[in-house]
């Protein structure tokens, strides 16, 4: 089954050909984040107008390798070769969500092909589920497992599972008890660690660069043979019996500690960098693992930008060798962390179920505990 699936919750324009919810046949994905550089956050209005020049070169272009030929028309590929379309509804920003959500709509009416609605937040999970079967190879000597070039080794997930999300606006522990069967356990009360990264980054003078500057510079301090600066930064919640998380106050504490200092230096603006990855990661980690015991679960699953975060993924892998935990261990190769359509896709498969076109419409503030 093949599934054609649109993502425009926010700055990203993107588009993937998903078959039997795990195999990206094309994955294609545009971005206006250099345009809003200049604000020192993403503009709503000039994110939409960017959705709309980019969505139908970005279908085309997923659509290519299903076309016979130059000339084939989407319409025709599309008639011929997809099950289904799905598309992002929300959480998103009204504007972006919309050019998505209608083009999804005028694609199913003209093709009469169903629609799927997707909840972004939910769908980060299932790029745990998608291979790229050009990255892949059998090994010859099990038959079993498959040799991923980016993520080394795909094992299956095992259920039950613990899943964390992590992203720009979101940090939140599922519990999955199968491909479909999902419950919320616990998430954060204020800020997610992703926007905890970005207003860091802001605060450090890299702009809208986000967690993955903040990495940048950690890897430089971690690096450094005789470190001048050392900060050192609370861990919200770390202790706390509850799988609640909160980033807010830390958001306050590195101010206080970036204030004391009247020069900025780079190794200093690296030290700062350092300790908000090791204050997050670690937070990140433990409430996951606590989770995970708590619940018996047999795989941990992590998705969403900030799982692409290389200290965080080695701490899991740390974490789990040292309490010589037999939990599998699963995280996305990174571009699949980030957002892209070819997630949208494999929710939909699992657990989509098909809406009336009429009635689809953005929520911009879908929430997910409304699964
Ligand atoms: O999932 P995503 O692309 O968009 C949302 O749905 O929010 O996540 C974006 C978030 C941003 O906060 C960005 O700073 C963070 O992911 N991010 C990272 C890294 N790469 C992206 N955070 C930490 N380390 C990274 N390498
Ligand atoms: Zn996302």
């Known amino acids: 089954m093949n599934i054609l699936a649109l993502e425009s919750s926010c700055d990203e324009t993107a588009c993937s050909v998903i078959a039997n919810g795990t195999e990206i046949r094309s994955n294609v994905v545009a971005t206006s984040s250099s345009m809003h550089e200049q604000w020192g956050g993403i503009v709503p209005e000039v994110a939409a107008r960017q959705q709309l020049s980019f969505i139908l070169p970005v279908i085309k272009e997923a659509l290519k390798p299903l076309q016979k030929n130059e000339k084939e028309h989407i319409r025709s590929v599309i008639e011929k070769n997809v099950d289904a379309i799905a598309v992002t509804v929300g959480p998103g920003l009204i504007g972006s969500l919309l050019i998505g959500i209608e083009t999804a709509k005028a694609l199913a009416f003209i093709t009469k092909k169903p ?101 940048e510079a950690a890897a430089r301090r971690a690096a450094d043979v005789s470190p001048v600066f050392t900060i050192r930064l609370p861990r919200p919640l770390l202790h706390d019996e509850t799988l609640n998380f909160s980033f807010s106050g830390l958001k306050t504490a590195i101010q206080r500690e970036w204030n004391k200092h009247n020069e900025h230096a780079n190794n200093l603006v690296c030290a ?20 995970a015991e708590m619940h018996g679960v047999r795989s941990i699953l992590i998705s969403g930008g900030v799982s692409s975060n290389i200290r965080l993924r080695q701490k899991f892998l740390h974490a789990l060798s040292e309490k010589q935990n037999t939990m599998r261990f699963h995280c996305p190769p990174p571009s699949l962390c980030t957002d892209n ?31």
């Open 272 to 291: 700062f960098a350092y300790e908000i990855q090791e204050s997050i990661t670690d937070v990140l980690v433990k409430k996951t693992i606590q989770a």
């Open 115 to 215: 629609i799927i609605p997707v909840n972004h937040v939910l769908a980060h999970m299932y790029a745990n589920f998608l291979h790229d079967p050009s990255c892949m190879v059998k090994n010859k000597k099990t038959k079993t497992k498959i040799q991923d070039p980016q993520t080394k080794t795909y094992e299956p997930i095992l259920f039950p599972a613990m899943s964390l999300v992590v992203s720009g606006g979101h940090t939140e522990l599922f519990l999955m008890r199968s491909e479909k069967d999902i419950s919320w356990i616990g998430g954060t009360i204020d800020d997610a660690a992703g926007e905890a990264f970005d207003k860091s980054a802001r605060l450090l003078g890299f702009g809208n660069k986000g967690g993955f500057a903040i990495q």
């Open 341 to 371: 359509a070819a997630f949208i896709g494999s929710y939909a498969y699992f657990r989509g179920i098909p809406s009336d076109w009429h009635t689809l419409t953005a929520i911009p503030d879908l929430r997910v505990s409304d699964i």
